[in-house]
């Protein structure tokens, strides 16, 4: 089993920058795809980034792109998200997600799924 822990949310201004962990535990990722989604209130959970088990492969949503970067580091069996330039329709809880297929993926076909994290922007 592959268990994922997502850590780093809060609350920040608009304008402001959060750094997102999903640390995955039970079984190396190393060669898992890893993504992020999120889903706000009475909203539908919807693709944020994607990275390829080796992170040579990144893809956005047209929302974040230029914002946020994903970014993984295999030794440490972990993924990020970086969040810059933050706005409030940014807020909503954030999920990790890793699949076995090391492609990335926009869907929401992945084989584990962390609890989530909460991220919180005010105006």
């Known amino acids: 089993q592959v268990q994922l822990v997502e850590s780093g949310g809060g609350l920040v201004q608009a304008g402001g920058s959060l750094r997102l962990s999903c640390a995955a535990s039970?079984?190396?990722?190393?060669?898992?795809?890893m993504g992020w989604f999120r889903q706000a209130p009475g909203k539908e959970r919807e693709f944020v980034a994607t990275i390829s088990w080796s992170g040579s492969s990144t893809y956005y949503a047209d929302s974040v792109k230029g914002r946020f970067t994903i970014s993984r580091d295999n030794a440490k069996n972990t993924a990020y998200l970086q969040m810059n330039s933050l706005k409030p329709e940014d807020t909503a809880i954030y999920l990790c997600?890793?699949?076995?297929?090391?492609?990335?993926?926009?869907?929401?076909?992945?084989?584990?799924w962390g609890q989530g994290t909460q991220v919180t922007v005010s105006s």
């Open positions: 039970g079984r190396t990722v190393s060669t898992y795809a």
């Open positions: 997600a890793a699949d076995s297929s090391g492609r990335p993926r926009l869907s929401l076909d992945y084989n584990y």
